[in-house]
């Protein structure tokens, strides 16, 4: 079992920056990838970045690419996602899952994969 906890968010103009940070308890060990996905109002959950925990790569949409930033701290059993040059659009609750560590044919992008939730963060970015 994993636990998962965000925080971070709030209501930031445009343009300027948030971190967001999941601390993440239990069975961490076990635990190959862990990701970042988000929800607006009337929107599907959309993957917005995940990184392998042991090697810590990457992956993020093209929507994101070049502003977001996920990192992890194994010390700290922390993950973050720094969210620089943040627009309107980005506005949304943000959740931070992890997977099992089991082998699983689902791509890192897709939520299928995660197995354990955080309660979510909102992030509203003003005009």
């Known amino acids: 079992q994993v636990q998962l906890v965000e925080s971070g968010g709030g209501l930031v103009q445009a343009g300027h920056s948030l971190r967001l940070s999941c601390a993440a308890s239990?069975?961490?060990?076990?635990?190959?990838?862990m990701g970042w996905f988000r929800q607006a109002p009337g929107k599907e959950r959309e993957f917005v970045a995940a990184i392998t925990w042991r090697i810590g790569n990457t992956y993020y949409p093209d929507s994101v690419k070049g502003r977001f930033t996920i990192s992890r701290d194994s010390a700290k059993n922390t993950v973050y996602l720094q969210m620089n040059s943040l627009k309107p659009e980005d506005t949304a609750v943000y959740y931070c899952?992890?997977?099992?560590?089991?082998?699983?044919?689902?791509?890192?992008?897709?939520?299928?994969?995660?197995?354990?939730w955080g309660q979510g963060t909102q992030v509203t970015v003003s005009s």
């Open positions: 239990g069975r961490t060990f076990s635990n190959y990838a």
């Open positions: 899952a992890a997977d099992s560590g089991l082998s699983t044919i689902a791509t890192i992008t897709s939520p299928t994969r995660y197995d354990y």
